[in-house]
């Protein structure tokens, strides 16, 4: 079964500390995983996806297949990184997004 | 408007009755879908249209739910016989041809 997992509902850190927030997908085959972002008041908004293999607003993320994981990293967290993140997944045949449960992510100052 | 939007914004309704939740897409975009974003349960798919092809109805949790999608452009997700349980933000979501979603701001449906 298609799945994915975000184990951390919260997660709260000091501005400046390293973030990582975890994503492990369930997927039979090459998924595309992507990291969706929902600011305070705003709406649902692509952050990355990992074909791009790129750095958005300094996160990135790296796909593991060994470990089936897609974890967002950001060495230095800012307090406007508060929000909440959705890791999903969509395989090729379809075009549906498979979302986690959300990851909330809080940076204190 | 150059994004995707929905009416209404916040329905609150009592239990029992009917609501009509509406998404206008993205001009051009082929892909519409609703997710429905619970507390603690993240983000749950419900239905998929893609251009002309029958809708991908497989998330719609009972019969109460339907989904129309006329002319290709606007969709309307119904909720016959609401129940508290049905309380929710509706996301509605649009997509060209690629697989990159691009979101509404989503309606808040309360059930008394």
């Known amino acids: 079964a298609q799945r994915v997992t975000q184990p951390e509902k919260l997660l709260s850190v000091f501005k400046g500390a390293p973030v990582e927030l975890k994503c492990n997908y369930s997927?039979?085959?090459?998924?595309?995983l992507f990291w969706y972002v929902q600011y305070s008041r705003q709406r649902l908004q692509l952050l990355l996806r990992?074909?791009s293999r790129e750095s958005i607003k300094g996160f990135t993320a790296d796909l593991n297949k060994g470990e089936t994981s897609f974890h967002l990293k950001k060495p230095f967290a800012q307090e406007e990184d508060s929000a909440m993140y959705y890791c999903?997944?969509?395989?090729?045949?379809?075009?549906?997004?498979?979302f986690g449960t959300g990851t909330r992510l809080q940076v204190f100052p | 408007g150059a994004g995707v939007s929905q009416s209404p914004s916040n329905k609150v309704t009592e239990k029992g009755k009917d609501v009509e939740l509406r998404c206008d897409p993205i001009?051009?975009?082929?892909?519409l879908y609703w997710y429905r974003q619970s507390l603690g349960q993240g983000l749950e798919f419900l239905i998929y249209f893609q251009g002309n092809s029958a809708p991908d109805k497989s998330g719609l949790p009972s019969d109460r739910f339907s989904a129309e999608r006329t002319g290709g452009s606007v969709s309307t997700l119904t909720i016959q016989r609401t129940q508290q349980e049905d309380s929710a933000v509706y996301l509605c979501?649009?997509?060209?041809?690629?697989?990159?979603?691009?979101f509404g701001p989503g309606t808040r449906l309360t059930v008394l």
């Open positions: 997927y039979s085959g090459s998924p595309e």
């Open positions: 979501a649009s997509s060209p041809r690629t697989v990159h979603q691009f």
């Open positions: 999903a997944l969509i395989s090729y045949n379809t075009d549906k997004l498979i």
């Open positions: 001009s051009g975009h082929t892909a």
């Open positions: 990992h074909i």
